[in-house]
């Protein structure tokens, strides 16, 4: 479901250590070993990390041998901006004259010191 | 991603869901007949004072169909067209449109608004999924800008 996976995006976001982790992989691809490096942080809890970031589409592990690399995938970042961004905006802007319009609407009525019912 | 069309062009497809939700100061049948009158739908859906309607079409059914067609200043050309797929009038609509800017064609869409009386107010839920088509992507920024729209994604988690 979209939603789920929007959810499991932001979810995977939300921690600086991974999303440090992704910034590293927009340069290229790397190794587990390679990525844990800068964090003084454990393997086990990089591999966590990574785990949470696998499991929201973010990055893509690479099954072959010991050092796995690690790569950046981009969908779901996509998913999360700027087309939904515009179409949101476009609609936020047709409502916000419909509003007008009702309102509109309801001034008129009351000048007009009738109840009309909606036709 | 990666596919490619009969002309060896690149294809990409992206997806999403949104979900506005508003309340409007009217009762919901005059709210409905916002959506549904075409006349008071003239009055609202636009693009407002820079935008030139060229043509509007308006068959408020199921399998009924919408047109919205108009210039910017500028000369760019909006071009709305959906399709009804269910009505329940003062409850709900579903409708599917696609949208097109100068012939290109942007997205296509499914829409479900959803009606609420609340009192002398309505409550209005709009559950869009989209699907956004190739070739409005700057293709050759795409890594930088996933990486700068992750900046900015982040920031809003801070």
């Known amino acids: 479901m979209l939603s789920d996976r ?66 950046l995938q981009a969908a779901p970042l996509r998913e999360a901006g700027a087309w939904v961004q515009q179409y949101r905006q476009f609609w936020e802007q047709q409502f916000d004259q419909l509003d007008g319009y009702l309102k509109e609407l309801k001034t008129k009525e009351k000048k007009h010191g009738r109840k009309k019912r909606s036709k | 991603m990666g596919a490619k069309n009969a002309a060896n062009e690149a294809v990409a497809t992206q997806h999403a869901t949104f979900v506005i939700d508003r309340t409007f100061d009217a009762p919901v049948a005059r709210v409905f007949k916002a959506f549904s009158d075409m006349e008071a739908k003239a009055r609202w859906f636009t693009g407002g004072s820079k935008w030139k309607p060229i043509e509007r079409t308006f068959d408020f059914r199921v399998g009924g169909k919408e047109t919205a067609v108009g210039e910017w200043d500028g000369g760019a050309i909006t071009d709305f067209r959906a399709t009804y797929y269910d009505i329940v009038p003062n409850r709900r609509i579903i409708y599917a449109y696609d949208m097109y800017h100068s012939g290109r064609h942007l997205s296509v869409s499914l829409a479900t608004i959803e009606f609420t009386a609340e009192g002398d107010r309505t409550h209005m839920k709009l559950t869009e999924q989209g699907a956004f088509l190739d070739g409005y992507d700057d293709a050759g920024s795409r890594e930088h800008g996933t990486v700068e729209l992750m900046n900015r994604v982040a920031e809003t988690l801070t």
Not at chain 1, 26 to 32: H, L
Not at chain 1, 43 to 54: F, R, Y
Not at chain 1, 56 to 69: C, D, V
Request: charged letters at 25%; a positive charge; hydrophobic letters at 45%.
């Open chain 1, 6 to 71: 929007l959810n499991a995006t932001f979810a995977a976001l939300a921690d600086p250590t991974r999303r440090a982790i992704l910034a590293r992989l927009a340069g290229g691809e790397s190794a587990v070993t390679e990525l844990a490096e800068p964090f003084r942080i454990s393997l086990p809890a990089i591999t966590k990390h990574l785990k949470v970031l696998e499991r929201a589409g973010l990055i893509e592990r690479s099954r072959q041998a010991q050092k796995r690399p690690c790569r």
